[in-house]
Each structure stands twice: as C-alpha cells, then as structure tokens.
C-alpha cells in the first residue's frame, strides 16, 4: 500500500461535498465498465452530512442508483428500526429520498443472534461478491468513521476483533453505547479497492495525529491501542477526509483539495 492520500476541507459542509464527488466518481468508474458499484456504509453520525449530500441534487442525478448496492461496515445489535442503528441512519438519509430498491440493500441483521447475524452475512458477502474462501471478496468503496479513541468500524481497543486474519465479519464488543456490534474485519476492510475515512470536528483531532502521525515504534502494537492504524488496503488506495477541526494536530503539510481523478 502507498501512503494515505489526505485531503483537509474547510469545514463539514464542504467535507460532505468533497465525499460524494468522491463517491460519484467512483460509483461512475465501476458502472462505467458494467459492474455494480459495491459499498460498504460507515456507521455514526458523521456520514449523515454525506448521505443528505448524495440523496440532494446535483448528485441524485449524477449516478445510475440502481447498479448501486449498499452494504455495512458494521452495525449496533439492536433492531433496524432503532435510534442507535446504523441502517436506520442510512434509511432515513440515503435509502428512503434516493428509493433504493430493498434488494439492493444488504445491512447486517442486528436483530438477530450475534453469532448467527455474522455467519449469515459473511455467507451472504461470499454468495454475492463470488468470493469462497481462500478468495477474498473486494467492495469498490469501503466509507469509515473514525471515533476519538481511534477505532474503526466497531474494532476497538484492546478487542479479540482485531486479531481476526481469517475471517470478513466478527462480533466485537464496544466499550460505550450499545455494547454487541457486528462488524468486519480489518482484514476484510483492507480487500478493497478504495477505503475512505470522513473525520469531522475538534473531537477526532486527537485520534488523527494518533493513527496518521505518531509512531510509538512497534507498528503492531499500536494497533491494539489505535486500531484504525489496522486499515491498510492491500491492493486499493486509502484516503482521508477531514475537515481543518478534524486535522488541526497535524504537522504534514495540509494539502490542498487533491483532485481524486488523479
Ligand atoms: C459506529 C461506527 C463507528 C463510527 C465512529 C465515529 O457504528 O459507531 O461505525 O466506527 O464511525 O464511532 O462516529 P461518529 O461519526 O458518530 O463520530
């Protein structure tokens, strides 16, 4: 993998905007050359902004929505329809304004038994990608949060998640809020082909110095303490996108708004 490729917004507004350009482009690329465009949706509040965004026009009508298929990066065990889970945030935002089509919307079943939701929707992801093991199934975009201990999807801290190599989709537990998560592995994370994280605010200043700056020397024991260092595509590129409260503890250079067409 190449170094992280950053991009630092003015502020959450234009990080929004600067996302579903991204998001876009990216879609048109893979629809382009007649696949379905693959993505797997972060979690919390922060992509809300860019589910408004992309459900708002222009960008409604910049991408053939029907070859587009949503899945999770992970989700709270609690029902679809609950205030903490991370589908009803994308129903709301994203699914319902855009009427995507319930076949073409995988989320995890949070519902249901942990153990079994995880089986099921790794299954699910092998059947749909073609992808039986040893074959790693690849998303065309991945969108990750980052929280301000560091984490990722909902691989925490200190978790038995993040020594998982084998397999796409564990249970974790979360140290606040709703405690059982499903969630992939970074291991299944860094299969595809572009991974992206939306960072907003003064709160996550913190863990992006963390992950993206200080090196406490043993590479795999930061992990443990900031997992998000864990994501690190094989193959695809990894990108970055904060807004200046998000990137204000950095000392690199804030680039200017790279051109994703590069
Ligand atoms: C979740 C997430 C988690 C989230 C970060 C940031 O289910 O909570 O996937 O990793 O992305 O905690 O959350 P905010 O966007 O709410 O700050």
Redesign the pocket.
Known sequence: MGAPELRVLNDSKELAGEAAELFVWLGKQVIEQGGRFRVAL??????RALYETLASRPFSERLDWKRVEFYF??E?CVPPDHPES?FRTAEEALFGPLRIAPERIFRMKGEADPDEAVRQYEALIRERFGAAPPAWPSFDLIL????EDA????LFPGTAALNEKTRLVVVNQSPKGVKN?LTLTAAAINQAQTVVFLVSGAGKAGAVCSVLEEDDGQRGQGVARFPARSIRPVKGRLIWLLDGAAAAGLTIAKQGIASHEE
């Open positions: 972060s979690g919390g509040s922060t992509p990066g992970d709270r991370n990750l949060g980052l929280g984490h990722t999807a909902s998560r």
